[in-house]
C-alpha cells in the first residue's frame, strides 16, 4: 500500500486507516463482538493498513483494550493514534484538558494499549475552561518524556459558525493556530467525505500549507456511501444513527442519489461504491488519510483495496457534481 507522511515529524503511514470505533462505541451493541473486531484489525494489517485510529472515550475505554489485544505480537506493524481529552460522565461527555488528567490519561493508554508509545495523541476536543495553550504544552511534554511521537488535534463535531461569511471550520484555524505556537501539530482529524466536503473550503488547505497531515473521519458516511444501507431500515436505539438527521427515512431517500453516482462510477472499476468513495478522499491531496471505521473483516479489507483504485478525471468530475448530503433541517 502507498505510503503518506503526517505533519512535521514525518511519519508514514499506509495510506488508508482503520477506525476502530465502532467495535465498541455508538453503534449497535447488540452487533459489537470482540472476536469479529480482533479478526478485522489483523486483516487490515494484513492489507497494508498502519493507521489504527481509537480513543479512550470509545467504551469507555474498551476500545483501547481491544486495539491492545489485536495488536499483541504486531505492534511495530502499526502506527497507534489515540485521544485524550473527552470523559463519559453519567452518560454525557464533557471535556478534560487540565495537565494533570491529560498526563495520566496517556499512561492509561499506554497500558491499555500494552505499548511504550503513542504514535500519534490526539488533542479529541479543547476544553472551554482550559487555555488551550496550557493543555497542548502537557501534550508536548509527553512527547519530550517518549511516551508519544506526535501530537493531533481531533475537530470532528465542528458546526458552520452563525456570522454570514464565516466558514466552518474558522474556530478550527484559529485554535490550531494557538497550539502551533506552543508544539508542532502533526495531523488534524475532521470530517471529509463525498456528501461532506467542507473541510475543502479552509481546513485542508491549511493543514496542506503547513505540512499537516489529515485524517479523514467518517468518509464513508457513517455507512451510507458503502451502498449497503436501505431508506427506511430501522437502527437499534443505542446506534448513533438512530437519533441522526441524516438517518431518517425521508433523508436516507433525498441523499440516495450520492449512492447511485458512486455506484455508476464504482461498475466502471468493478470496485465498489464505499471504495471509490474512499479513493476520492485520497485525491484530495498527498496529505490525507482516511480513516473508514469498521468492526468487520470483510470491510477492513475492502477499504484497504482502495488505495489501489485510481480514479480518472471524468469519474472525479462525475462525483464533484454530485449533491451534498441533505439534512432534517435543510
Not at 73 to 100: M, W, Y
Not at 169 to 177: A, K, N, P, W, Y
Not at 188 to 207: D, G, T
Request: charged share 20%.
Amino acid at each position: 500500500m502507498e505510503r503518506r507522511s503526517l505533519g512535521a515529524a514525518a511519519l508514514a503511514v499506509g495510506a488508508v486507516g482503520l477506525g476502530c470505533m465502532p467495535m465498541s462505541w455508538a453503534y449497535a451493541a447488540s452487533q459489537q463482538r470482540g472476536d469479529h473486531a480482533l479478526r478485522a484489525v489483523q486483516a487490515a494489517l494484513d492489507a497494508g493498513v498502519q493507521l489504527i485510529d481509537t480513543a479512550d472515550m470509545y467504551g469507555p475505554f474498551t476500545n483501547e483494550l481491544l486495539v491492545g489485544r489485536a495488536l499483541k505480537g504486531r505492534r511495530a506493524e502499526a502506527f497507534v493514534s489515540t485521544k485524550c481529552g473527552l470523559l463519559v460522565v453519567d452518560q454525557h461527555i464533557v471535556a478534560n484538558g487540565r495537565p494533570g488528567y491529560v498526563r495520566r490519561a496517556c499512561d492509561a493508554s499506554l497500558r491499555r494499549l500494552q505499548t511504550d508509545v503513542i504514535d500519534l495523541y490526539q488533542l479529541h476536543r479543547a476544553d472551554p475552561e482550559v487555555p488551550v495553550e496550557e493543555t497542548w504544552g502537557a501534550m508536548a511534554e509527553l512527547v519530550a518524556a517518549g511516551k508519544v511521537r506526535a501530537l493531533g488535534l481531533c475537530a470532528i463535531g465542528a458546526r458552520a459558525p452563525r456570522r454570514p461569511g464565516a466558514r466552518m471550520h474558522d474556530g478550527t484555524i484559529r485554535q490550531l493556530e494557538r497550539m502551533q505556537q506552543v508544539f508542532p501539530v502533526s495531523a488534524v482529524q475532521a470530517e471529509l467525505s463525498v456528501w461532506s466536503p467542507q473541510a475543502l473550503e479552509s481546513l485542508l488547505p491549511w493543514c496542506a500549507a503547513r505540512g499537516v497531515g489529515f485524517l479523514a473521519a467518517m468518509p464513508l458516511g457513517n455507512g451510507y456511501l458503502t451502498g449497503t444501507l436501505t431508506p427506511g431500515q430501522g437502527f437499534e436505539p443505542d446506534d448513533l444513527r438512530a437519533r441522526h438527521p441524516r438517518f431518517t427515512a425521508e433523508m436516507m431517500a433525498a441523499n440516495q442519489p450520492v449512492v447511485v453516482g458512486l455506484r455508476r462510477v464504482a461498475e466502471r472499476h468493478g470496485a465498489t461504491p464505499a471504495q471509490v468513495a474512499l479513493a476520492w478522499a485520497l485525491r484530495q491531496g498527498p496529505q490525507v488519510v482516511p480513516v473508514p471505521g469498521t468492526k468487520q473483516e470483510r470491510w477492513a479489507v475492502e477499504n484497504a483495496g482502495a488505495a489501489g483504485l485510481e480514479l480518472t478525471a471524468r469519474d472525479l468530475t462525475e462525483i464533484d457534481r454530485l449533491p451534498p448530503a441533505r439534512e432534517s433541517w435543510d
